[in-house]
Structures are given as structure tokens and as C-alpha cells.
């Protein structure tokens, strides 16, 4: 990867008229968790913590204090000591409107590989944030993901992350070979595309949640651009079933979504994750025959900082509508999906 993550971040922080001194709480650039140990805290609770999940100073401030408490070997105590510390190396809390701006100059775009199509999403698929596309078979939400597991290692001239993936699977349908032509579409060697992805098969979603913190660790390693959950809702399905599970359901998935939100500010990673649709028989108008709603209520609607429905048109074809964006229209576009990966349409 020719740019660093850091390098990169201070350049357009500069241009933003952010000085130096404003890095060191920055989103997405963290302090690795042996700063703590510098600071006194004993090398051991360092561990427990990596243990945990947790890998950099800021991801400290982002867990609840029970959930601190809970890791195993941590007293209330230590804990105390530890957020103390952790508020030293990386101070939390009020900043001004002109600094926000300047992190969210921070914020690149990963490409979809469809001109039209990024221009709905204002750019491309953005760091920092949860992209979810939702539809129903076949209307190209993991030919989405595939296209991005190699967009997401472009250059930033060409509109790439520059940056690894990480895909967790839930439906199996991750396929390598899929990757070869669109890495040769995009003028990328294909076999270091595909060294450049690490993918695993969830099959629970405990095990989705542990493949997850599994990730953050990989996102403290190396310089990682986007995670794709493809689908986040699948397992959630499977493993709680009917209304008596639903409370528990919604809790478990809002638990990871929010994990998955604090990842991707942290590291300033994209996050792009699929959604099923259910029929929606008392929620459509006369004017829809079929109503479909995405699975997950308003968790999934709370977290996703851009909702796209997905539907068929014709042959290749199929059509993005943003769903709900605080600040982008309701606009759809015509994308189409080919060997190369989700292209432009032809008329
Ligand atoms: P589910 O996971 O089943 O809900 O569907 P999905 O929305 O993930 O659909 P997916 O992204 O898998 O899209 C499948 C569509 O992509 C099918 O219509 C395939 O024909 C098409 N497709 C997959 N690979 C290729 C390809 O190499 N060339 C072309 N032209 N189409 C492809
Ligand atoms: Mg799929």
C-alpha cells in the first residue's frame, strides 16, 4: 500500500486547517494499547483487555464500565486506573464545529465501480460509517460486496480505500474467483488482490460477534479500508426464532452494530453489510403490491448511516434507491452487474 493511513490523515487534516496537536484524539487515528503500559498500567491488564477486543486507547472510552468490569482479571479498581489513563493518552469530549469539520475531511470514499452509482451515494461508500443494502434474491447485494473487496484496495486517486478487507461470510456465498476479473477490470494484480482479503465463514451469530472482534484486531495490525458483513441479519434469523426471542434478537444485533460503528470511526474503515427484506403486509400503501421491509427494525435503521434498496431490472440490470440518508435525496440509479463487477448500465 503506497499511502499510509496516518500520512494520508494529516494531509487533509492540514488542509482543513487542523494542526498537529489535534491528532491525537482523532478519529481513526488511534494510540495502540501499549501506550498504556508506558503510562504504568501493568502489561497483563493490557493483555486482558486485547483479550477483550479491545485494541487501542480510544476503544477503551468506547465500552460501557460494566462491560470493563466484566472482563475476566479486571477489578473495579484497575479499571478505574485504566480509564483514568486511557482519558490522559486520549482525551474524549467536546470539540469545536471547525475541528469536526476537519475530521470529517477525514472521511474518503471507496468507489462502487459504477459512476451513477456513486454519485447517489455522494462519492462512493464512506469511511466511518455503515452502508447497508437491502433487497430481495438476486439483486446484487454481495456482487456489490465482491466489486468492493477490490475498490477498497485502490489508490484514493482512483477512488479506492487503499486499505485491506475483511469480509465476514454468513451465507457462504464469498467467492474468490469472483475477485480475479474485477481485480483485472480495475488493473489489479489479481493475486495480491485476493492475499489482500481475509475472509471467514460465520455460523452462529456468537460466532459472527467473536469473527467481529477478531477483526478489530486485524484493524490495529494493519491498514484495513472496509468490512463487509454480508449478511449481518441471516444468522440473527436462524438463531432466535419468534416473537418470544425478538427483545433478545434486537438487543444482541443493536450490541454488534454498535461495535460495528465504533469500528469504523476508530479506524476509519467503510462498513458495507447486506440485508434481507420481509413482506411487509400491513405496512404498504394500495399503490404496492408487495411491500418488503428490511429485517432488524429500527435498530437497523438507527445504525445504518445509509439504507440503499435494491431491486431487478432488466437482464443485467438493477436499480440502487437511497432509503433513508439524513442528507442525501431519495434519488435511485441503473447500475449493472457483469463479470468485471457492478458497472455502468447500458441503455
Ligand atoms: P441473495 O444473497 O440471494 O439475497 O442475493 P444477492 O442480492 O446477494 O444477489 P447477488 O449479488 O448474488 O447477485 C446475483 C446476480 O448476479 C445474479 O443475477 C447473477 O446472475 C449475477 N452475477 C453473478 N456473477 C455474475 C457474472 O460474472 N456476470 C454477470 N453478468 N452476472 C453475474
Ligand atoms: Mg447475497
Do not use: W
Not at 454488534?256 to 411487509?280: C, G, H, R
Amino acid at each position: 500500500m503506497q499511502e499510509p493511513r496516518r500520512g494520508h490523515e494529516k494531509e487533509t487534516a492540514e488542509a482543513a486547517g487542523a494542526t498537529d496537536t489535534d491528532n491525537a484524539a482523532d478519529f481513526g487515528t488511534f494510540a495502540e494499547l501499549d501506550k498504556l503500559v508506558e503510562a504504568g498500567i501493568p502489561a497483563a491488564d493490557v493483555a486482558k483487555l486485547r483479550s477483550a477486543g479491545i485494541h487501542t486507547v480510544q476503544g477503551i472510552s468506547m465500552q460501557c464500565h460494566k462491560d470493563l468490569v466484566a472482563i475476566k482479571g479486571l477489578s473495579e479498581a484497575k479499571v478505574d486506573k485504566i480509564c483514568e489513563t486511557a482519558r490522559k493518552i486520549a482525551p474524549s469530549g467536546f470539540i469545536s464545529a471547525k475541528e469536526s469539520m476537519a475530521r470529517r475531511l477525514k472521511v474518503t470514499r471507496i468507489t462502487t465501480g459504477c459512476a451513477a452509482f456513486d454519485t447517489l451515494l455522494g462519492g462512493g461508500i464512506e469511511s466511518m460509517s455503515i452502508t447497508e443494502a437491502f433487497g430481495e434474491f438476486r439483486t446484487g447485494k454481495t456482487q456489490i460486496a465482491h466489486t468492493l473487496c477490490v475498490t477498497a484496495q485502490l489508490p484514493r486517486s482512483m477512488g479506492g480505500g487503499n486499505g485491506k478487507v475483511a469480509f465476514i461470510d454468513t451465507e457462504s456465498t464469498f467467492r474468490p474467483e469472483r475477485i480475479r476479473p474485477i481485480a483485472e477490470r480495475f488493473g489489479l494484480d489479481p493475486e495480491a488482490t485476493l492475499e489482500n482479503i481475509i475472509v471467514a465463514r460465520a455460523f452462529t451469530h456468537e460466532h459472527q460477534c467473536q469473527l467481529l472482534a477478531a477483526v478489530a484486531a486485524k484493524l490495529a495490525e494493519d491498514q484495513f479500508s472496509l468490512i463487509v458483513i454480508d449478511s449481518i441479519t441471516a444468522l440473527f434469523r436462524v438463531d432466535f426464532s419468534g416473537r418470544g426471542e425478538l427483545a433478545e434478537r434486537q438487543q444482541k444485533l443493536g450490541k454488534m452494530l454498535s461495535n460495528l460503528i465504533k469500528m469504523a470511526e476508530e479506524y476509519n474503515v467503510a462498513v458495507y453489510i447486506t440485508n434481507q427484506v420481509v413482506s411487509d403486509p400491513g405496512g404498504g400503501s394500495m399503490f404496492v403490491a408487495d411491500p418488503k421491509k428490511p429485517v432488524g427494525g429500527h435498530i437497523m435503521a438507527h445504525a445504518s448511516t445509509t439504507r440503499l434498496s435494491l431491486r431487478k431490472g432488466r437482464g443485467e440490470q438493477r436499480i440502487a434507491k437511497i432509503y433513508d440518508s439524513p442528507n442525501l435525496p431519495e434519488v435511485e440509479c441503473v447500475f449493472a452487474i457483469t463479470e468485471g463487477g457492478i458497472c455502468e448500465a447500458k441503455e
